[in-house]
């Protein structure tokens, strides 16, 4: 069945729900085959009528959880067409509706934009935190590569985003910013506790931003934003909407300014290459022994993975990817150098590929001598952090196409052979690690989860390409990152990109889940299915009331906690009595218990020999019933200790994502 927007957001009539259900249970036969004897008892149990755990029925006396009506009503509703006389919020959605913005994320604040926006047809999600719901818009663009807003009240709402814009800056993230603001007539006179200047406060953390001021400019403002959104290196843009702009009423299109259609105020024409320096990068990849490229952001933000793929298998070079998501190019391919991170000190010639956010000299773990070229649409950027040999000045996708079309066929047998050999060494040490971990039996070891979710997600009954991914957490991600793999474009999302917030784990989850229930963009062929996200138990912390937002909206998603009683950082005073317990939490928390609470489903894993069967209904759930499940993995603080436990806490792999390597 084809999941619609409809069936995301609403509870299903009979007839739906009865075709849903055959589709559903087709589909489990499979998805869960081979979960054990636990899991079909659940299903079992399920399709006769058994109340879902976590969620109260009328047998025990209290009322259940339940979507309010309302929703049904919403996603009935005609979207509105907004044509004058409009209001300068009107004017805006407007305009946002007419360059494909793809979703609104916000709690309740600035309403007449959200307002406009939700009405005007754009999906709309509403939360609990300002903040969790910006990583939420901050993760649907990464995974789409379609623009979506994130919206904040004046004052406490707005400061509450500051954090997620600060990552969707550091990943080179195309989110739009809108927030109220209080009246113009009100400025310097203190009225309202909720008063703030926005724009000094997002300095830094921004492409663009303006406080809009002149009402009939509402369009023109548009216009700058989507400009600045769409064109070049890509970062956030911050609007914020004083109520003089956004309640201004217009009669006609004389009482705008630059009202024009988005042709006229913006282009989607973008720099190509030189002849002479695509000439000098293909003579310079024609003398490397050991070439490799690097695909990154703007490779992603360009849909430049065909050209990609054409130029690596024309001259057989190996691709390794950086960035805020992967997938752009196979994991499944033999020229895939994502498990292969030992041979990466061999490359003699690493092509950047939108690499938009240049890690500095060792962050990436090529040898010293290795030359550079590298691809970029920012001019002034090129040669900032890491010296380069060629810098090629270009739309990533125009780059790509003509590296593709020059290049002669080449042949790079040994350099290939290489790139196997450190794979299977990698695998070999995470088989390793995985043994070692199925020797702990008294808790449940990360090398254990990342393992058999690895299975699960690749080497089970599911299609390997189908589950997208977000990949959070901190000493969790040391494990799991290194099991996770991505066989088409926006498959995982790399959460800690650059920045390394904790906490908007949830809120990802959120943002990947209405992207692929939606079907929006990279994730148009994945469209309903569910997805899983990785996090820890400091993370989760954060944003786990967004639970509830994801099963209001029958957002299915797995999030799997690692609980291990305390944060990553409590090894800094293992041997300081008083200073210990500022870094550890209470014991066996039940964070599943907190998903049912919510709505949402719950699984408690306390061994390894738990994980899947949990895995597998939770799975199940997702599919059956549309709601978020939380996995609640019991682990042990002392698992990062390489001496009493190895292999301890491992290094990082991949430049960008709080690299520390092993």
């Not at 995301?8 to 009979?14: G, H, Q, R, S």
């Not at 369009?219 to 290196?233: D, I, M, N, P, T």
């Not at 695909?295 to 054409?310: I, P």
């Not at 820890?536 to 994801?550: K, N, P, Q, W």
Request: aromatic share 8%; proline share 6%; hydrophobic share 40%.
């Amino acid at each position: 069945m084809k999941v619609t927007a409809r069936h995301i957001l609403l509870p299903m009539t009979k007839r739906a729900t009865r075709k849903a259900e055959v589709s559903r249970r087709n589909f489990l036969r499979k998805a869960v085959a081979g979960a054990g004897a636990t899991a079909a008892a659940a299903i079992g149990a399920a399709r006769a009528g058994a109340e879902p755990q976590g969620i109260q029925g009328a047998t025990s006396g209290v009322a259940p959880i339940r979507v309010p009506a309302e929703f049904a009503a919403a996603a009935a509703a005609a979207p509105v067409r907004f044509d004058f006389p409009m209001t300068g919020a009107q004017v805006f959605a407007r305009a946002c509706k007419e360059e494909g913005v793809a979703a609104l994320f916000a709690c309740p604040g600035n309403y007449p934009v959200v307002h406009a926006i939700a009405s005007a047809g754009i999906p709309a999600f509403g939360g609990r935190h300002e903040g969790s719901m910006a990583h939420a818009a901050d993760a649907f663009i990464r995974v789409t590569g379609e623009i979506a807003v994130a919206s904040g009240t004046e004052g406490p709402g707005f400061t509450d985003m500051i954090c997620a814009i600060a990552c969707a800056n550091a990943a080179r993230t195309p989110l739009l910013v809108v927030a109220s603001n209080m009246s113009i007539a009100q400025e310097d006179t203190e009225s309202g506790i909720q008063l703030g200047y926005q724009q000094p406060t997002t300095e830094g953390l921004k492409k663009y931003g303006k406080r809009l001021i002149i009402p009939r400019r509402v369009h023109e403002y548009a216009g700058y934003a989507f400009r600045q959104l769409k064109s070049g290196v890509p970062k956030p843009v911050h609007l914020d909407f004083p109520s003089e702009v956004a309640a201004a009423r217009f009669k006609d299109a004389t009482e705008l300014e630059f009202y024009h259609d988005k042709a006229r105020y913006r282009t989607d024409s973008r720099p190509h290459p030189s002849p002479k320096d695509i000439a000098t990068a293909v003579d310079m990849i024609r003398k490397a022994q050991r070439p490799i490229v690097v695909s990154s952001n703007g490779v992603f933000y360009a849909k430049a993975w065909d050209a990609l793929k054409r130029f690596a298998e024309k001259a057989q070079i190996p691709v390794v990817e950086s960035g805020a998501m992967k997938g752009q190019f196979s994991d499944a391919s033999p020229l895939s150098a994502n498990a292969s991170p030992t041979a990466l000190a061999s490359a003699d010639l690493v092509i950047l590929a939108g690499q938009h956010c240049m890690p500095s000299v060792g962050e990436f773990a090529f040898g010293p001598d290795a030359r550079y070229i590298r691809i970029d649409q920012a001019h002034e950027d090129i040669g900032r952090n890491l010296p380069i040999d060629l810098g090629i000045v270009s739309c990533e996708l125009a780059a790509l196409e003509a590296l593709a079309d020059a290049v002669p066929r080449l042949a790079h047998d040994a350099w290939i052979a290489e790139i196997a050999a450190a794979k299977r060494k990698f695998e070999d040490q995470n088989a390793e690690y995985y043994k070692l971990g199925l020797g702990y039996t008294d808790a449940i070891h990360p090398a254990v989860i990342a393992k058999q979710l690895g299975d699960f997600l690749y080497r089970g009954t599911l299609p390997k390409e189908q589950t997208t991914v977000a990949s959070g957490g901190y000493g969790i991600a040391r494990y799991v990152r290194r099991e996770l793999r991505s066989y088409r474009p926006g498959q995982v999302m790399n959460g800690a990109y650059q920045y390394g917030a904790i906490g908007p784990d949830v809120g990802y989850a959120v943002g990947v889940a209405a992207a692929v229930q939606l079907g929006a963009g990279a994730q148009a062929a994945h469209q309903g299915h569910p997805i899983v996200c990785i996090t820890g138990d400091a993370g989760f912390g954060y944003t786990a009331m967004e639970i509830d937002t994801m099963a209001k909206y029958k957002l299915p998603a797995v999030i799997i906690v690692y609980n291990n009683n305390a944060w990553g950082t409590w090894t800094q005073a293992q041997r300081e009595a008083r200073a210990l317990p500022i870094h550890l939490f209470q014991e066996n928390l039940r964070y599943d218990k907190l998903a049912e609470a919510l709505g949402g489903h719950g699984e408690y894993v306390t061994r390894p020999s738990e994980f899947r069967p949990a895995l597998a209904r939770a799975y199940q759930v997702a599919v059956r019933e549309g709601r978020p499940s939380v996995i609640n993995c019991q682990g042990k603080k002392e698992f990062w200790d390489r001496a009493t436990y190895p292999p301890g806490a491992i290094g990082k792999i991949e430049p960008g994502v709080m690299s520390y390597y092993h």
